[in-house]
């Protein structure tokens, strides 16, 4: 499944498109950033509420689209850094969990 076809599925804000199109193979949620670089899939589509601009620097690093739950703003460094690495930034007011039962409903399934 593609960002593309999540973001109209969900109705979910594109708030940096890095690469709409490209396949997203899993979700992967947390909001520590060294469980993300340790387990999360490459490629996979990042469930957080961080909104600082390490989330750039390690959703550049493992190849992750990101999805901002519960309606958070980004840090305008975090949205510099993304847009610098081609990283997809989303925006739902969903929480977390309610976002990732969607997700699953859609079909995409945790890749750790």
Not at 7 to 13: I, N, T
Not at 65 to 70: A, G, I, Q, R
Not at 90 to 103: K, Y
Request: no cysteine; glycine share 8%.
């Amino acid at each position: 499944m593609t960002a593309r076809a999540i973001v109209e599925a969900l109705g979910l804000e594109v708030l940096a498109a890095g690469d709409l199109d490209r396949q997203l193979p899993s979700a992967y949620a947390s909001d520590l950033l060294s469980d993300v670089m340790a387990h999360a899939s490459p490629g996979a589509l990042w469930l957080t509420l961080q909104t600082h601009a390490n989330v750039a620097a390690v959703a550049a690093l493992k190849e992750l689209s990101v999805l901002l739950v519960n309606g958070r703003t980004p840090d305008p460094d975090m949205l510099q850094r993304a847009r610098e690495h081609n990283v997809t930034v989303l925006r739902t007011s969903l929480p977390a969990f309610e976002v990732a039962g969607r997700l699953y409903a859609l079909g995409l399934r945790g890749g750790a």
